[in-house]
């Protein structure tokens, strides 16, 4: 059974502070998806990561993957209100529609 | 629209009565996946369709449930017999190739759906 351990499982903190969440396996994953999801709405893809090593960017987050590409890494700086959601991490396994799903971290921002 | 709709956004039912959840994917879209999240919680894969391929229904979770995609668009997911433990938000998601997920999944808003 392939799983896709995300923790921490819950986290709540004041504005302004960084975080980091992490997504952990067993398997190689030949890519890694992470998705917000704010109440009463789906998951929205935030960015895909696809090679060993791979650091991407978006404003304050910072996406990584790792060079085994078994584990992910989602860091957030100075963490605003805005930020508050659940964080999902999926990882693909190569030459399989399915998806593997973390399940998710909920983050709250505190003003 | 532009994007994936489910209906309803809400369902509450007696235990014992069947329901039925609709989905409508984003227009082009081959690839419709159904999934159940329990509150806060992580996704759980329950059907796959793709084009006119038979559906992958490996993790609907009785045979309860079932699920049909008609023309290759709107999809319907039925549960007979609601059971409480059925209680959870269903969601829908459609991408424009199922052979690989670099392609985004897009998601509806969900049903939620409570069983008393």
């Known amino acids: 059974t392939q799983l896709l351990e995300q923790s921490p499982q819950f986290l709540s903190i004041q504005e302004g502070e960084n975080l980091t969440v992490y997504c952990n396996s067993s398997?190689?994953?030949?890519?890694l998806q992470w998705y917000r999801q704010e109440p009463g709405e789906g998951p929205v893809l935030l960015v895909t990561?696809?090679?060993g090593g791979e650091v991407k960017k978006l404003k304050r987050l910072t996406f990584q993957f790792g060079d085994a590409r078994k584990d992910s890494s989602l860091h957030i700086t100075a963490a605003q209100t805005g930020d508050t959601g659940l964080y999902l991490c999926?990882?693909?396994?190569?030459?399989?529609?399915?998806?593997?799903w973390g399940a998710g971290t909920k983050l709250i921002i505190k003003p | 629209g532009a994007g994936v709709s489910q209906s309803p956004s809400n369902k509450v039912t007696e235990k014992g009565k069947d329901v039925e959840l609709r989905c409508d994917p984003i227009?082009?879209?081959?690839?419709l996946y159904w999934y159940r999240q329990s509150l806060g919680q992580g996704l759980e894969f329950l059907i796959y369709f793709q084009g006119n391929s038979a559906p992958d229904k490996s993790g609907l979770p009785s045979d309860r449930f079932s699920a049909e995609r008609t023309g290759g668009s709107v999809s319907t997911l039925t549960i007979q017999r609601t059971q409480q433990e059925d209680s959870a938000v269903y969601l829908c998601a459609s991408t424009l190739a199922g052979a690989s997920s670099y392609n985004e999944q897009f998601f509806g808003p969900g049903t939620r759906l409570t069983v008393l």
């Open positions: 990561v696809v090679t």
């Open positions: 227009s082009g879209h081959t690839a």
């Open positions: 398997s190689v994953f030949s890519s």
């Open positions: 999926a990882g693909e396994v190569q030459s399989n529609y399915q998806l593997i």
